[in-house]
Nanobody, 115 residues
Framework: QAQLVESGGDVVQPGGSLTLSCSVS????????MGWYRQAPGKQRELVAE???????EYADFVKGRFTISRDNAKKLVQLQMNNLEPEDTAAYFC?????????WGQGTQVTVSS
């Protein structure tokens, strides 16, 4: 059974940094595309960044140059380094695993950017 557990969410001031982590079990991790999504109140969930099994990455335009996604296949871990955070980045952040027509989600971790 797939299990994705996010951590690292916090309250941070504008311009600050956070690193989100997602620990994964129950799937053949290295074969999966891993992604971070976010959902702000009243808005749809949106893709932030994803990293393929090849370790190629893609980013939403609104985070390019500020966020970096990475994965450690040995540890079954995916991380999102977030720099220069803005109030608009405030949202619940969700880890996602996708492959073979199957998609799994974590429970989410809250990031709040506020002075």
């Amino acid at each position: 059974q797939a299990q994705l557990v996010e951590s690292g969410g916090d309250v941070v001031q504008p311009g600050g940094s956070l690193t989100l982590s997602c620990s994964v079990s129950g799937i053949t991790f290295h074969l999966y595309t891993m992604g971070w999504y976010r959902q702000a109140p009243g808005k749809q969930r949106e893709l932030v960044a994803e990293i393929y099994s090849t370790k190629n990455t893609e980013y939403a335009d609104f985070v390019k140059g500020r966020f970096t996604i990475s994965r450690d296949n040995a540890k079954k871990l995916v991380q999102l380094q977030m720099n220069n955070l803005e109030p608009e980045d405030t949202a619940a952040y969700f880890c996602n695993a996708f492959q073979f027509g199957q998609r799994y989600w974590g429970q989410g971790t809250q990031v709040t950017v506020s002075s």
